[in-house]
């Protein structure tokens, strides 16, 4: 079966805002090894924008990407003929972008005649945790970054269960709009949380919407708001005023996330007795320390485990779609050179390409 040789694979990731490729080795035995992960981040191409301009990553994507692919493969001490395939994000995200790493892994495959593996953005980052981690399924991944906010059961490889996601914002959106509001410059969460240091967390409280409902749902527009209009009412801010807002703001979302993941454990628990609970994290988010304080103590309470990936393959990054495109290489999973690009494509979509029992 083809699960028993080793495969080296290339990664390309063009989903949104970085340019990335990787090449990743994966073993005998399944264990995995990262040679290489090169990422350029267009954050200079958009920053005068205060957020990614399609047009703009588009193209800043067509200009870089065969360099990085170029690096990544330099750096991995390998040819491009000795990759056993490709492996290109096929969506979901910006559709300007994804064709353009999507096309040239076809272009790639096509021409040094290797398989190609168009992979979900989405289980890149839920099979993450498999590579540097080493974790078993089944598992709960929390997903958070700026596009994303949800929770997916990971039963395996393709079988995956959306339990809740946001009804508006993500989480890391609703960074980056209250850091836009109080000044603090893009990408957001980073500056809201280093300036939230200096602030009084109780000083205001902001609403927590959906949290008295049992759903596993997020919604932070209107806790977005209330910090507008709080910021308003407090015009011109002073830096006390700006850092109690943000630790304020970074209190209420670190208690709608703890709160959520420990509803989310107990259903683990309830729907899968068998199973050792385990949350991984995943998106530029898990960077957040108060988060993933709050986080530890959930599974703490909850008897469950914390798996965090080093932060640079939390964020976007080739290695979680060369890894993705090696577990589906596994199981034979490899697809035609005609496979769409899917501007829009929930990771709970019916997958045709993996068998029932193959993947688990
Ligand atoms: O996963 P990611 O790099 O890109 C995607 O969105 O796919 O996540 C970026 C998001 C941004 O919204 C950024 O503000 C947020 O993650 N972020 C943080 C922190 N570091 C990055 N949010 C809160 N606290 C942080 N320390
Ligand atoms: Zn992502």
Redesign the pocket.
């Known amino acids: 079966m083809t699960g028993q040789a080793q495969a080296i694979i290339l990664g390309i990731e063009t ?4 340019t990335a490729a990787s090449i990743v080795v994966r073993d005998q035995s399944g264990h995995g090894t990262i040679r290489s992960n090169v990422v350029r981040s267009q954050l200079d191409e958009h920053a005068a924008f205060g957020g990614v301009v399609p047009e703009l990553a588009a193209r800043a994507h067509v200009e870089w990407l065969d360099h990085i692919i170029a690096q990544a493969v330099d750096e991995a001490g390998i040819a491009l003929e000795d990759v056993d395939a490709i492996a290109a994000t096929a969506g979901p995200g910006l559709i300007g972008g994804v064709l353009v790493g999507l096309t040239t892994a076809k272009a790639l495959a096509a021409s040094l005649g290797k398989e190609l593996i168009a992979v979900n ?1 989405l289980e890149g ?1 839920a099979l993450t945790a498999r590579l540097t981690d080493g974790v078993e399924f089944p598992y709960l991944m929390l997903l ?5 906010s949800q929770f997916v059961l990971v039963r395996g490889v393709g079988h995956y269960e959306r339990w809740g996601g946001t009804i508006d914002d ?4 609703a ?2 709009k209250v ?1 836009k509001l109080l000044s603090l410059g ?9 300036i939230a240091r200096e602030g009084d967390a109780r000083r205001f409280k902001f609403p927590r919407p959906l949290l008295r409902e049992q759903r596993l749902d997020f919604s932070f527009s209107g806790l977005k708001t209330a910090v507008r209009l709080q910021a308003e009412a407090l015009a011109p801010l002073t830096d006390q005023d700006v850092a109690d807002i943000a630790a304020s703001f ?1 209190e209420a979302v670190t208690e709608i996330v703890a709160t959520r993941s420990r509803q989310a454990l107990e259903r683990f628990k309830a729907e899968l007795p068998e199973a050792q609970p385990q949350l991984v994290v ?10 993933a304080a709050a986080l530890a103590e959930v599974v703490a309470e909850t008897g469950a485990e914390l798996v965090v990936p080093p ?1 640079a393959l ?3 990054n080739g290695a979680m779609v060369a890894w993705a495109g090696a577990e589906r290489l596994a199981l034979g999973a490899a697809d035609r050179l005609d496979v769409a690009a899917r501007p829009r494509w929930p990771l709970d979509t019916p997958d045709m390409r993996i068998s029932d029992d193959a993947a688990r």
């Open positions: 989903s949104c805002d970085e953005h980052h958070v970054s700026g596009g994303h993500a989480l890391g959106e960074f980056d850091a893009h990408p957001g969460g980073p500056a809201v949380e280093r970074q995943a998106g530029g988010v898990a960077a957040n320390r108060a988060i932060i939390c964020t976007d």
